[in-house]
């Protein structure tokens, strides 16, 4: 049966592709998503998967597949029926007062459907489609055997093809398990509790399973239903830097953010902003985070030489990577928007076309990474609809500022910055001490030295001066730097909006200055 189906299920990929010209290699995005949405819903993930690859396909090609139509014919509502009292273990009347028999979306993996439970709540069911996951395995494992062929072929020689098909095995499953979907809503809500313009849907997980899950409906307009929203009285502006704080807010505290936020999944509801659909999701740890700061910290610095050194420790290396060649690639790359001011800067433009140069020399970034660059362009697609006259790097970068700043002042009160102070203290201090016994040495007259050294004792006593007046100016320099910190970082209690802390700081280096100042004039040496 398995044989009689891969059989016939290679002779419609090879068939499809011929119709729609892909024989001799796709020359044309729309060429490409019309094959895949005909080869039905592993095709169509294989494209949501590349459409997350800037790395791989231009950003004519990604936005094509971001376009995918994944709405396919209903199943009849008794299979749904049958799917729900078979995963509940209860009748469909008793789990709920009203169930729609129409759905409200039908896609190739589910529908969803309206209900009410018996507690008053307003809900939506999202019920898996029967053979749906074993259908897929059985395409993926059709395309591990056609992956070696593929790869021969103009369009697959610039990708790996086994590892796309591996990474669609791995999102399949995820996409599969509505459990993993019911857990990363409630994270996102748990994370975004606190901003009061954000809505995420509550998930009732006595009813949730494998392959169903029961959440709030969100009923609102979607967010790029412009006349709509004018005409319900939205600030457009408004809504394009609210939506840009967010997901910057996600990205950069939360480490935790909705990696398809194409238009489907954002409406307006009651003023708020309500994302929907969590089945696919971005995760920056604090490591990867860190770095992808110092990255965008890079470009906002037009720093070529820190950003080279940035993607070198974000990506992983496949092969010999020539440190020069990556830097004039980068340069090359940036030397295109020398004229242009940082804000006019197309952030996800600039960060594609870095990446790609970066797989041009054997370094490929982490999937959560090509993630949020995909993320990044779907967002400021909505921006540009919400207000053309905002650009993102208008709201990232005094947002990207303030977080490195906050971030590097978190690391002020680390255990490990406090270990590596206590190194230097304590290597400063043996330095003092190699000093002070180096003076003592000249004191003894036991240095040995081929200069005949006169009124040593005098000598000795003017380094000495020198020494402590060197280290105590440092001080004042520490006390001076550190408290412009705290002060930029507006941060503690305030003095007429100004930081406590950090006007102590300069008061402390000030009269410490002054000291040193007077002492310096008092021993005639200014």
């Known amino acids: 049966m398995k044989t009689n189906y891969t059989k016939k299920r290679l002779r419609e990929i090879v068939s499809v592709s011929v119709k729609h010209g892909l024989k001799g290699g796709i020359n044309n995005p729309s060429q490409l998503r019309e094959a895949l949405e005909e080869l039905g819903p592993t095709f169509i993930k294989i494209g949501q998967i590349l459409s997350t690859r800037p790395d791989i396909l231009s950003k004519e090609y990604i936005l094509e597949l971001q376009r995918l139509q994944d709405d396919v014919k209903p199943e009849k509502f008794e299979m749904v029926k049958n799917a729900i009292e078979s995963e509940l273990n209860n009748s ?19 529908q969803v459907h309206y209900a009410e439970l018996k507690t008053g709540e307003k809900v939506v069911v999202k019920v898996q489609r029967p053979n749906a996951k074993k ?22 020689s610039a990708m790996d093809a086994k590892e796309v098909i591996e990474e669609l095995a791995a999102a399949t499953k995820k996409e599969l398990d509505f459990i993993n979907e019911a857990k990363n809503t409630k994270c996102f809500r748990e994370k975004n509790k606190d901003v009061k313009f954000i809505l995420c849907p509550k998930i009732y997980e006595d009813y949730c399973t494998e392959k169903i899950i029961v959440m709030d409906y969100i009923e609102g307009i979607k967010i790029d239903n412009i006349d709509k929203l004018k005409e319900e009285g939205y600030d457009l502006k408004d809504l394009a830097t609210k939506l840009t ?43 990867l985070r860190k770095k992808f700061n110092d990255f965008l910290e890079a470009v906002a610095n037009r720093d070529v030489n820190l950003m ?38 197309d952030l996800p433009q600039i960060i594609e076309e870095i990446f ?27 921006i540009a609809k919400l207000d053309s006259e905002i650009n993102i790097m208008d709201i990232a970068l005094p947002y990207v500022k303030e977080h490195i700043t ?19 203290i304590k290597s400063n201090l043996i330095l003092s001490s190699k000093i002070i016994e180096l003076i003592e040495q000249i004191k003894a007259g036991n240095l040995r030295t081929q200069i005949e050294f006169k009124e040593s004792e005098e000598a000795s006593n003017e380094l000495n001066k020198m020494v402590n007046r060197l280290i105590f100016g440092m001080i004042v320099a520490g006390l001076v730097v550190s ?34 100042l007077i002492s310096i004039i008092k021993s005639g040496k200014l």
Not at 252 to 276: Q, S
Not at 356 to 382: E, F, R, S, W
Not at 492 to 498: A, H, N, R, S, V
Request: proline residues 3%.
């Open 92 to 110: 469909l009347e008793e789990n709920f007062a009203i169930f729609e028999e129409e759905p409200i979306a039908s896609a190739s993996l589910s």
């Open 135 to 156: 259908m897929m395995m059985a395409d993926i494992d059709i395309l591990r055997k056609l992956a070696p062929f593929i790869n021969l072929t103009p369009t697959g």
């Open 245 to 287: 704080y967010n997901y910057f807010k996600q990205i950069f505290e939360d480490g935790f953010f909705h990696a398809d936020p194409h238009p489907g999944n954002i409406f307006l509801c009651g003023r708020k902003i309500g994302y929907i659909d969590f089945g696919l999701m971005g995760v920056l740890d604090d490591n």
């Open 308 to 345: 080279t050194k940035s993607v070198m420790k974000i990506g992983q290396k496949r092969g010999p990577v020539d440190r020069s060649r990556l830097y004039e690639d980068i340069e090359i790359i940036y030397d295109q928007y020398i004229e242009e001011s940082i804000q006019d800067f």
């Open 356 to 382: 790609k140069v970066c797989k041009d020399n054997n370094i490929y970034m982490p999937k959560d990474i090509t993630l949020l660059v995909k993320g990044l362009m779907t967002i400021q697609g909505l």
């Open 406 to 424: 906050n971030e590097k002042l978190k690391d002020l009160n680390s255990i490990e910055t406090l270990r590596s102070l206590y190194e230097i």
């Open 483 to 516: 408290s412009s910190i705290v002060i930029n970082a507006n941060v503690g209690l305030k003095i007429y909006g100004i930081s406590a802390f950090g006007l102590i700081g300069y008061l402390g280096a000030a009269i410490a200055g002054f000291w040193l």
